[in-house]
């Protein structure tokens, strides 16, 4: 089997040059408006933008779990339960599409879109904007933030976007490699390798490692059954988009568990079988799996740093 | 009113003007500054574009490829054409087709998008298996005991095509790619790793022979898009649409160009205007100037000039030449010739006078005036020098000689007008041709006096202050006082009486005459009037040619008839009796109410004997004069016998001698038979009648 790493590696020596552009490392310092990010960080965790004030952002973008969902799907007010597994918020800003389906343009757009939820956050942009508007707290922010009268939907979403601009992972193990500055260990560095002849990178390229593409799940070896929600075609009814999803990031992918759409693969090495044999039609043998998984650890980052200042 | 109006107007205009350049100017400046992100925008773009295309280029030469770079492209070609939709200036209706065609090239971006997010799909799909074929066909060959010749062939055979047709990009490439892969699923295995392997390898075959056509058109697809042409055509539009907008700003700036000139025409003209009106003005300035200090019509400086060149501070004297008669001139020759004269006059002067300093000036009517200035000559020689070329000049008009006599004053004192015109007055009653002004003579006072005088008159008249004296008159035949007569005296103001020799020429002067005269008929008829006693009243020759003093005369006379034949006027001779007819028609009419002429002063001064017979006169008086130097003069006493008898052979019985002072020219008064006695002697005027008629 090592053979067949060496004759696959001979075949994709015209490639080599290519690595480099392929994945790129994060960047170390990324512009933002503290103001307005200091702002959306707090109302990040704050639970009063939800119906019952018992849901708040973190709740499902778990800062302390990756900024994923721990569970496997996510829960809304008065624990509703949804269909899909929350993706990292951490890192997203770097994604080409925010949801799974790809319906928001960028991250202000998504974060309306579990406040509107009824089955998340439930409320429409007016009571968004009362709660704030009657908080003499967050009155005083805005007005200092935004120089308006009063709180405004759209600053809202505005702040948090900006919040999450801010939730970057940098200086992960990969990207430091990636820069030169360090060496990585042997297998990683063939859990690297076997990425990228196996054919993960075709999908999971970029600067986050996907997030730039959709793609079909069960590409090569359909699923079982199609997919019932969540994917392209339940937001556009066209047959092409059955079972293609957004491409998610594998940035941090060792603290996100568990996978998958609907987070039905609570372990790395699961999702690694199941995603080798849908997608790329293969086999995983276990140290194939071990490999890929060492690199794939290579790819947490530092927690962001502005979830430690005030 | 006009000249403010236009002033508002050409102010508006510049004002209008000024306005228009700024607003011009930041339209311009903003149109411009649009204009160029507009168009950098745009070419942005289409870089973009094309680096958009290479994108898709790498990634489908590329086994794989980053995604993000495609993604970022496209969102940064968004980004430009946000900007450009936000310019201000594209909101003019101009825009529309602009707008139309960016709107087009929205709609092809979107359709660009979806066809690249579509091929991202294909693409790893494709890509993945089309490398994992050739690969697999490898690890077969490898790990299995080669058995089956026609198996390997097949997947030998897969991979060949499948390499052919993704290189080429072409799936019509994929030539008997169906019959392999039918062989290849009909294909049975005993062994269960073949089995699998098989069942692998078939799945990315499946993947290829399903997805490479449509790959390849979504491929090709992308690059069709003519996204390029779109941004090409937008912008040539847009400059199109521009230079149309650059000319109407052309326009603006040509509007206000011309407005500009515009207003500098009108201020110009404004100006040439204004200089024409001040050269007129400064014309009609200077005429006036002409006019109102020289004289038309001998061209010397006139009086007004003559004032302006008075100086008080220095030294001038003033020599004011007059023409004898020049009325008279005027009469006999005509005013042509007087007027010639004057020309002529000027000349002479003004050629005696060219090298001096000093001004002549024409002063009036026919006064000439030299104003000397002090230092140089003496103003007596000069005037004599003056009078002297006059009199050596031949004054000519019409080829004829025309004889001219000067008469010059000259005074030094101040008022210099004055004081020489008085000069002059003086100089005329002489034979005298030229006078200086001697302020001793008090002329000044004289005139004060005159006029006071005449106000004593006014005053008097008003207030019945004229009050008549009466001198008796005795016959010297009965030595009985038959007859007065009435003197005219003025009481002053202050209570002093007037004489006439104080007041009478003043009268004459101040037409108070005629009010005097017929106060004293007045007077004189209720003096008279219930007695039987004869009374004489002196009137002038101008009373009788004065129809009011002469009606009113008659009126009275017609009021009390009675009174007529105890009246007698007597009249002093002047030379004014330029006519008898009046005089004739004054004597008829007296005859009628039966009334006496007697001739004042006889003997002296107009003396005529025409008149002794033309005015059917009565009585005769001789002048006192004669009379006075009866006794030393023996010629004096010749000419009153001469009077005497010349009188009486003519029908005039009586006759009256004035000024008899003493009892000496009594006696001989009476001695040469002279009728009547006037005199101190006889008896003085007083404001009564004698209650005595006989003297003794």
Same mark, same amino acid.
């Given at each position: 089997?090592?053979?067949?790493?060496?004759?696959?590696?001979?075949?994709?020596?015209?490639?080599?040059?290519?690595?480099?552009?392929?994945?790129?490392?994060?960047?170390?310092?990324?512009?933002?408006?503290?103001?307005?990010?200091?702002?959306?960080?707090?109302?990040?965790?704050?639970?009063?933008?939800?119906?019952?004030?018992?849901?708040?952002?973190?709740?499902?973008?778990?800062?302390?779990?990756?900024?994923?969902?721990?569970?496997?799907?996510?829960?809304?007010?008065?624990?509703?339960?949804?269909?899909? $597994?929350?993706?990292?918020?951490?890192?997203?800003?770097?994604?080409?599409?925010?949801?799974?389906?790809? =319906?928001?343009?960028?991250?202000?757009?998504?974060?309306?879109?579990?406040?509107?939820?009824?089955?998340?956050?439930?409320?429409?942009?007016?009571? *968004?904007?009362?709660?704030?508007?009657?908080?003499?707290?967050?009155?005083?922010?805005?007005?200092?933030?935004?120089?308006?009268?009063?709180? =405004?939907?759209?600053?809202?979403?505005?702040?948090?976007?900006?919040?999450?601009?801010?939730?970057?992972?940098?200086?992960?193990?990969?990207?430091?490699?990636?820069?030169?500055?360090?060496?990585?260990?042997?297998?990683?560095?063939?859990?690297?390798?076997?990425?990228?002849?196996?054919?993960?990178?075709?999908?999971?390229?970029?600067?986050?490692?996907?997030?730039?593409?959709?793609?079909?799940?069960?590409?090569?070896?359909?699923?079982?059954?199609? *997919?019932?929600? @969540?994917?392209?075609?339940?937001?556009?009814?066209?047959?092409?988009?059955? $079972? =293609?999803?957004?491409?998610?990031?594998? =940035? $941090?992918?060792?603290?996100?568990?568990?996978?998958?759409?609907?987070?039905?693969?609570?372990?790395?090495?699961?999702?690694?079988?199941?995603?080798?044999?849908?997608?790329?039609?293969?086999?995983?043998?276990?140290?194939?799996?071990?490999?890929?998984?060492?690199?794939?650890?290579?790819?947490? @980052?530092?927690?962001?740093?502005?979830?430690?200042?005030? | 009113?006009?000249?403010?109006?236009?002033?508002?107007?050409?102010?508006?205009?510049?004002?209008?003007?000024?306005?228009? +350049?700024?607003?011009?100017?930041?339209?311009?400046?903003?149109?411009?500054?649009?204009?160029?992100?507009?168009?950098?925008?745009?070419?942005?773009?289409?870089?973009?574009?094309?680096?958009?295309?290479?994108?898709?280029?790498?990634?489908?030469?590329?086994?794989?490829?980053?995604?993000?770079?495609?993604?970022?492209?496209?969102?940064?070609?968004?980004?430009?054409?946000?900007?450009?939709?936000?310019?201000?200036?594209?909101?003019?209706?101009?825009?529309?087709?602009?707008?139309?065609?960016?709107?087009?090239?929205?709609?092809?971006?979107?359709?660009?998008?979806?066809?690249?997010? %579509?091929?991202?799909?294909?693409?790893?799909?494709?890509?993945?298996? !089309?490398?994992?074929?050739?690969?697999? &066909?490898?690890?077969?060959?490898?790990?299995?005991?080669?058995?089956?010749?026609?198996?390997?062939?097949?997947?030998?055979?897969? &991979?060949?095509?499948?390499?052919?047709?993704?290189?080429?990009?072409?799936?019509?490439?994929?030539?008997?790619?169906?019959?392999?892969?039918?062989?290849?699923?009909?294909?049975?295995?005993?062994?269960? /790793?073949?089995?699998?392997?098989?069942?692998?390898?078939?799945?990315?075959?499946?993947? !290829?022979?399903?997805?490479?056509?449509?790959?390849?058109?979504?491929?090709?697809?992308?690059?069709?898009?003519?996204?390029?042409?779109?941004?090409?055509? &937008?912008?040539?539009?847009?400059?199109?649409?521009?230079?149309?907008?650059?000319?109407?700003?052309?326009?603006?700036?040509?509007?206000?160009?011309?407005?500009?000139?515009?207003?500098?025409?009108?201020?110009?003209?404004?100006?040439?205007?204004?200089?024409?009106?001040?050269?007129?003005?400064?014309?009609?300035?200077?005429?006036?100037?002409?006019?109102?200090?020289?004289?038309?019509?001998?061209?010397?400086?006139?009086?007004?000039? +003559?004032?302006?060149?008075?100086?008080?501070?220095?030294?001038?004297?003033?020599?004011?030449?007059?023409?004898?008669?020049?009325?008279?001139?005027?009469?006999?020759? #005509?005013?042509?010739?007087?007027?010639?004269?004057?020309?002529?006059?000027?000349?002479?002067?003004?050629?005696?006078?060219?090298?001096?300093?000093?001004?002549?000036?024409?002063?009036?009517?026919?006064? +000439?005036? !030299?104003?000397?200035?002090? #230092?140089?000559?003496?103003?007596?020689?000069?005037?004599?020098?003056?009078?002297?070329?006059?009199?050596? &000049?031949? +004054?000519?008009?019409?080829?004829?000689?025309?004889?001219?006599?000067?008469?010059?004053?000259?005074?030094?004192?101040?008022?210099?007008?004055?004081?020489?015109?008085?000069?002059?007055?003086?100089?005329?009653?002489?034979?005298?041709?030229?006078?200086?002004?001697?302020? /001793?003579?008090?002329?000044?006072?004289?005139?004060?006096?005159?006029?006071?005088?005449?106000?004593?008159?006014?005053?008097?008249?008003?207030?019945?202050?004229?009050?008549?004296?009466?001198?008796?008159?005795?016959?010297?035949?009965?030595? %009985?006082?038959?007859?007065?007569?009435?003197?005219?005296?003025?009481?002053?103001?202050?209570?002093?009486?007037?004489?006439?020799?104080?007041?009478?020429?003043?009268?004459?002067? #101040?037409?108070?005459?005629?009010?005097?005269?017929?106060?004293?008929?007045?007077?004189?008829?209720?003096?008279?009037?219930?007695?039987?006693?004869?009374?004489?009243?002196?009137?002038?020759?101008?009373?009788?040619?004065?129809?009011?003093?002469?009606?009113?005369?008659?009126?009275?006379?017609?009021?009390?008839?009675?009174?007529?034949?105890?009246?007698?006027?007597?009249?002093?001779?002047?030379?004014?009796?330029?006519?008898?007819?009046?005089?004739?028609?004054?004597? %008829?009419?007296?005859?009628?109410?039966?009334?006496?002429?007697?001739?004042?002063?006889?003997?002296?001064?107009?003396?005529?004997?025409?008149?002794?017979?033309?005015?059917?006169?009565?009585?005769?008086?001789?002048?006192?004069?004669?009379?006075?130097?009866?006794?030393?003069?023996?010629?004096?006493?010749?000419?009153?016998?001469?009077?005497?008898?010349?009188?009486?052979?003519?029908?005039?019985?009586?006759?009256?001698?004035?000024?008899?002072?003493?009892?000496?020219?009594?006696?001989? !008064?009476?001695?040469?038979?002279? /009728?009547?006695?006037?005199?101190?002697?006889?008896?003085?005027?007083?404001?009564?009648?004698?209650?005595?008629?006989?003297?003794?």
């Amino acid at each position: 089997m090592p053979r067949v790493f060496i004759l696959s590696l001979l075949l994709l020596v015209s490639h080599l040059p290519n690595q480099a552009m392929a994945l790129q490392p994060l960047p170390q310092e990324v512009d933002y408006d503290e103001g307005k990010a200091r702002l959306g960080k707090r109302m990040f965790f704050d639970t009063l933008l939800s119906k019952d004030r018992s849901v708040s952002c973190a709740t499902c973008h778990d800062p302390d779990h990756g900024g994923a969902e721990p569970r496997e799907v996510s829960i809304g007010i008065g624990n509703q339960k949804g269909t899909l $597994n929350a993706p990292t918020v951490y890192n997203t800003y770097y994604n080409f599409r925010q949801f799974w389906d790809g =319906r928001a343009l960028d991250l202000k757009e998504q974060a309306a879109g579990p406040l509107h939820n009824p089955i998340e956050m439930a409320m429409t942009a007016e009571e *968004v904007e009362q709660r704030l508007n009657d908080h003499a707290e967050y009155l005083l922010l805005f007005s200092r933030v935004y120089h308006q009268s009063r709180v =405004r939907f759209e600053d809202v979403t505005d702040a948090i976007a900006e919040f999450e601009k801010a939730l970057f992972t940098p200086d992960s193990p990969f990207d430091r490699y990636l820069r030169g500055e360090i060496e990585l260990a042997a297998d990683e560095k063939e859990g690297y390798l076997l990425f990228r002849t196996m054919g993960c990178v075709t999908c999971h390229n970029g600067i986050n490692l996907g997030g730039n593409s959709y793609q079909y799940i069960g590409a090569v070896n359909p699923l079982e059954k199609d *997919v019932v929600t @969540g994917d392209l075609y339940a937001r556009t009814g066209d047959p092409f988009d059955r $079972n =293609r999803f957004k491409v998610p990031s594998l =940035r $941090n992918i060792e603290l996100t568990s568990p996978y998958l759409h609907d987070g039905s693969k609570s372990t790395l090495g699961e999702t690694l079988a199941a995603m080798a044999f849908h997608n790329l039609g293969f086999d995983l043998t276990a140290e194939e799996n071990r490999l890929l998984t060492a690199f794939l650890k290579t790819l947490t @980052g530092k927690r962001p740093a502005i979830l430690e200042s005030p | 009113m006009r000249l403010q109006f236009k002033i508002y107007v050409a102010l508006i205009l510049a004002l209008l003007a000024g306005l228009t +350049f700024f607003y011009s100017k930041s339209r311009t400046d903003a149109l411009l500054s649009g204009h160029n992100q507009l168009i950098h925008n745009l070419a942005e773009m289409e870089l973009l574009n094309k680096r958009v295309d290479e994108e898709i280029w790498s990634t489908a030469y590329r086994l794989y490829h980053n995604y993000d770079e495609v993604h970022r492209l496209i969102k940064e070609i968004r980004n430009l054409g946000g900007e450009i939709r936000l310019l201000a200036f594209l909101d003019s209706a101009e825009y529309q087709a602009f707008w139309k065609k960016l709107d087009k090239f929205d709609q092809l971006l979107e359709q660009k998008e979806q066809a690249i997010i %579509r091929y991202t799909t294909l693409n790893s799909l494709v890509k993945n298996s !089309v490398s994992h074929v050739p690969g697999l &066909t490898h690890r077969y060959i490898k790990n299995f005991v080669n058995e089956d010749q026609a198996y390997v062939e097949d997947l030998s055979q897969a &991979t060949s095509l499948v390499f052919l047709a993704s290189n080429a990009m072409d799936a019509e490439l994929l030539i008997g790619f169906n019959e392999v892969l039918q062989r290849l699923q009909d294909k049975e295995f005993a062994d269960p /790793d073949r089995k699998r392997f098989n069942r692998v390898f078939l799945s990315h075959a499946r993947i !290829v022979d399903r997805y490479l056509a449509q790959y390849i058109p979504v491929f090709m697809g992308i690059l069709d898009i003519p996204i390029d042409k779109a941004l090409h055509q &937008t912008s040539e539009l847009f400059l199109d649409i521009s230079k149309r907008q650059a000319e109407s700003v052309h326009l603006w700036s040509l509007l206000i160009t011309l407005a500009f000139i515009g207003s500098l025409g009108m201020i110009v003209i404004f100006l040439i205007n204004l200089d024409r009106r001040h050269r007129e003005l400064s014309g009609l300035h200077n005429a006036l100037e002409q006019g109102a200090t020289i004289d038309h019509l001998t061209g010397l400086k006139n009086r007004f000039a +003559f004032e302006r060149s008075l100086d008080t501070g220095t030294d001038q004297a003033l020599i004011i030449i007059n023409i004898d008669g020049f009325k008279h001139i005027n009469n006999f020759y #005509g005013h042509e010739a007087g007027d010639s004269i004057l020309v002529q006059m000027a000349a002479v002067l003004q050629s005696a006078l060219a090298r001096s300093e000093h001004g002549l000036f024409r002063l009036g009517g026919d006064d +000439f005036g !030299v104003l000397v200035e002090g #230092g140089t000559d003496d103003p007596q020689m000069l005037a004599r020098k003056l009078i002297g070329t006059m009199e050596y &000049t031949l +004054f000519t008009f019409d080829g004829n000689p025309v004889p001219i006599n000067v008469t010059a004053g000259l005074s030094t004192a101040a008022p210099l007008l004055e004081t020489a015109n008085q000069t002059l007055n003086q100089i005329k009653r002489t034979r005298m041709k030229f006078l200086a002004y001697d302020p /001793d003579v008090g002329q000044k006072a004289r005139m004060r006096d005159n006029l006071r005088i005449i106000r004593v008159l006014k005053e008097a008249i008003n207030n019945d202050l004229v009050i008549p004296y009466f001198m008796p008159i005795m016959n010297n035949s009965n030595h %009985r006082i038959e007859r007065y007569e009435c003197l005219v005296r003025v009481v002053s103001e202050d209570g002093a009486l007037l004489l006439p020799n104080e007041f009478l020429s003043v009268a004459r002067e #101040g037409r108070l005459n005629a009010d005097l005269t017929r106060i004293m008929i007045e007077k004189s008829f209720k003096a008279f009037t219930d007695t039987e006693l004869e009374f004489s009243v002196n009137l002038a020759i101008e009373d009788i040619l004065d129809p009011e003093v002469t009606d009113f005369l008659f009126n009275r006379l017609e009021q009390s008839p009675d009174i007529g034949r105890r009246l007698t006027f007597e009249i002093l001779e002047s030379e004014e009796v330029k006519s008898y007819e009046a005089i004739a028609d004054f004597v %008829r009419r007296s005859a009628d109410y039966e009334c006496r002429i007697a001739i004042d002063d006889f003997g002296s001064g107009y003396s005529n004997l025409r008149h002794l017979l033309e005015l059917n006169i009565h009585t005769l008086k001789i002048d006192g004069s004669l009379i006075r130097n009866i006794m030393e003069d023996p010629h004096a006493a010749q000419a009153i016998q001469a009077i005497t008898t010349l009188a009486h052979k003519i029908g005039i019985t009586s006759i009256v001698a004035e000024y008899v002072c003493s009892k000496e020219i009594q006696a001989r !008064v009476s001695e040469m038979g002279i /009728d009547y006695s006037q005199g101190f002697y006889i008896g003085q005027p007083l404001p009564h009648l004698l209650e005595l008629s006989m003297l003794d």
